[in-house]
C-alpha cells in the first residue's frame, strides 16, 4: 500500500474512533446521575475501541496501538 493510502486510510480510522468517543461523551451527559449507567457506557466504549477493526483494503490492517490508547485514556479520564 502507497503512503498516500495508508494516510488515508490512518484518517478514516481516527474519524471513526471520534466519532465512538463522540457518541460515549453524548451518551454520559444523558446517563451522568446513573453510576450503573456509566459504568457500562465506560466498558462498552473501551472494548468498541480496543477491538476496532478497519476491514477496508482487503488486508489485515490493524488500528495502530498509540491510536488506540489515545481515545482509550479519553474515555478513563472523561470518566474518572
Known amino acids: ?3 498516500e493510502s495508508k ?3 490512518l484518517e478514516e480510522v481516527e474519524r471513526n ?3 465512538i468517543y463522540s457518541n460515549f461523551k453524548y451518551l454520559y451527559h444523558i446517563h451522568m446521575t446513573d453510576e450503573r449507567a456509566l459504568t457500562q457506557l465506560g466498558k ?3 472494548y468498541q475501541i480496543w477491538n476496532y477493526r478497519e476491514t477496508d483494503f482487503n488486508s489485515s490492517f490493524y488500528v ?3 491510536l488506540k490508547k489515545r ?3 479519553k474515555v478513563k479520564n472523561y470518566l474518572f
Open 1 to 3: 500500500m502507497s503512503h
Open 7 to 9: 494516510q488515508t486510510y
Open 17 to 19: 474512533l471520534e466519532e
Open 44 to 46: 462498552r466504549t473501551l
Open 64 to 66: 495502530p496501538y498509540k
Open 71 to 73: 481515545y482509550s485514556d
